[in-house]
């Protein structure tokens, strides 16, 4: 069965954005397994100065995390209107590695509005050439009203969508990265 690595973007404990991946994780329990990332509070601020051969051993976790999945999704809110520090912080650990490069990834956006962080967040997805096309991404506005803290994707519309991106994700996986 295929690993999928889940990067939330938002540090809260009972999100939305965690709910959603878990509402993700047990709709996909057929077709891929999925490991939650919780260490976005333990990367170290990213310095250039720092990326070295000898980086903090919490970075290096992370990348092997990714190195190891077979896709990725990353579901995350809008801060500010644009990506969360965390999350931010967490990819620029990524620019000078590969660890990325031709995965899967499933860029899912759940928040208030959520336009101008997504925007931001693909085009860094796209510089660390993120395997994320357009049927791998999907903005969730008004999340709060469409996902329930039971874990369940309560809009039916929104639960077709998620569930649309989840067979192309899988294809996407099966085939080695591209449909």
Same mark, same amino acid.
């Given at each position: 069965?295929?690993? #999928?690595?889940?990067?939330?973007?938002?540090?809260?404990?009972? /999100?939305?954005?965690? @709910?959603?991946?878990?509402?993700?994780?047990?709709?996909? %329990?057929?077709? &891929?397994? #999925?490991?939650? &990332?919780?260490?976005?509070?333990?990367?170290?601020?990213? @310095?250039? *100065?720092? *990326?070295?051969?000898?980086?903090?051993?919490?970075?290096?976790? &992370? $990348?092997?995390?990714?190195?190891?999945? *077979?896709?990725?999704?990353?579901?995350?809110?809008?801060?500010?209107?644009?990506?969360?520090?965390?999350?931010?912080?967490? =990819?620029?650990?990524?620019?000078?590695?590969? #660890?990325?490069?031709?995965?899967?990834? %499933?860029?899912?956006? %759940? /928040?208030?509005?959520?336009? $101008?962080?997504? %925007?931001?967040?693909?085009?860094?997805? $796209?510089?660390?050439?993120?395997?994320?096309?357009?049927?791998?991404?999907?903005?969730?506005?008004?999340?709060?009203?469409?996902?329930?803290?039971?874990?369940?994707?309560? *809009?039916?519309?929104?639960?077709?969508?998620?569930?649309?991106?989840? $067979?192309? &994700?899988?294809?996407? =996986?099966?085939?080695?990265?591209?449909?």
């Amino acid at each position: 069965m295929k690993k #999928v690595l889940a990067i939330s973007g938002s540090t809260r404990k009972n /999100s939305t954005n965690h @709910n959603l991946l878990n509402a993700i994780a047990d709709l996909s %329990a057929n077709d &891929f397994t #999925v490991e939650r &990332f919780e260490g976005l509070m333990e990367l170290p601020h990213f @310095n250039p *100065d720092d *990326d070295t051969e000898h980086v903090a051993p919490a970075v290096t976790a &992370f $990348r092997e995390k990714i190195k190891q999945a *077979d896709g990725v999704i990353v579901c995350t809110p809008e801060y500010a209107a644009g990506v969360p520090g965390t999350l931010k912080n967490a =990819l620029d650990w990524c620019v000078s590695t590969t #660890v990325f490069s031709k995965k899967p990834v %499933a860029l899912i956006t %759940a /928040s208030s509005m959520g336009e $101008r962080g997504h %925007a931001s967040l693909l085009e860094t997805l $796209r510089i660390i050439e993120c395997n994320t096309p357009d049927e791998l991404q999907l903005l969730i506005q008004f999340a709060k009203t469409k996902i329930a803290k039971d874990n369940t994707i309560t *809009d039916v519309a929104t639960l077709s969508q998620v569930q649309s991106l989840l $067979r192309y &994700f899988v294809e996407t =996986l099966n085939t080695g990265g591209s449909v």
